[in-house]
């Protein structure tokens, strides 16, 4: 099944390049134990698969797949998504998973709906208890993909009013794990009335959200 994970981003790419018809792939939500709502913004992925389809001529299939942290099923997507307020817990079995699922080339974007800071650290440090989070500086190419973001990440809801921070974790030159704090990004992607989001806040979030899509699929 892992073939699978490393044949998904040529197929892409070679698509984004050559503009054909080619295989939908879809999206995968992280499903986590420990009482967080990881089903928050149900919205969220179909609108982001919609634009990226719309803006870099991708295939997305917007009806994304739910995916459990210890499930062999992981290895089907190249991309995976992670949200929340609360706590998260990875037993020593799904953490492994994780952790051989981004080895072998996957991508997991998380992003803090407001409060799951403190506890998806905590598992992030039983899947690679070897590496700390780091501040990515404004020139990382995740910034500067399609779209230009010349200060970082953008911030999409106020939270705690804390400046909106991105952070990665970066296993041997790789960025494996693209963590958005303080933006919001998912709730930017919902649909307009669930948050009366402005029109510019949400094209902002949706372009970031395709700038950390371009980047999975091509670094």
Avoid at 30 to 50: E, I, V
Avoid at 115 to 143: C, N
Avoid at 167 to 179: A, I, Q, S, W
Wanted: glycine letters at 8%.
């Amino acid at each position: 099944m892992k073939k699978i994970l490393f044949l998904l981003p040529i197929i892409f790419c070679f698509a984004f390049a050559a503009n054909v018809e080619k295989p939908s792939l879809k999206m995968g939500l992280l499903k986590y134990n420990g009482g967080g709502d990881w089903y928050s913004n149900p919205t969220a992925l179909p609108n982001l698969a919609d634009f990226c389809n719309k803006e870099l001529k991708t295939n997305f299939d917007n009806d994304y797949g739910t995916v459990e942290v210890g499930s062999a099923e992981l290895f089907n997507y190249s991309f995976l998504h992670m949200t929340g307020h609360g706590n998260v817990v990875f037993s020593d079995a799904e953490a492994d998973n994780l952790r051989n699922y981004l080895l072998a080339g996957g991508f997991l974007h998380i992003d803090d709906n407001y409060g799951m800071d403190p506890y998806v650290r905590t598992a992030m440090k039983k899947v690679f208890p070897e590496l700390e989070f780091v501040e990515l500086p404004f020139e990382h190419p995740i910034y500067h993909q399609k779209f230009e973001f010349k200060n970082g990440l953008p911030k999409i809801h106020k939270h705690d009013d804390k400046p909106a921070q991105g952070f990665g974790l970066v296993y041997e030159g790789r960025l494996v794990t693209f963590y958005s704090f303080e933006s919001d990004l998912g709730d930017g992607w919902e649909d307009q009335d669930v948050h009366k989001d402005p029109a510019e806040t949400r094209r902002l979030a949706l372009r970031m959200g395709a700038n950390i899509i371009q980047f999975a699929f091509e670094q």
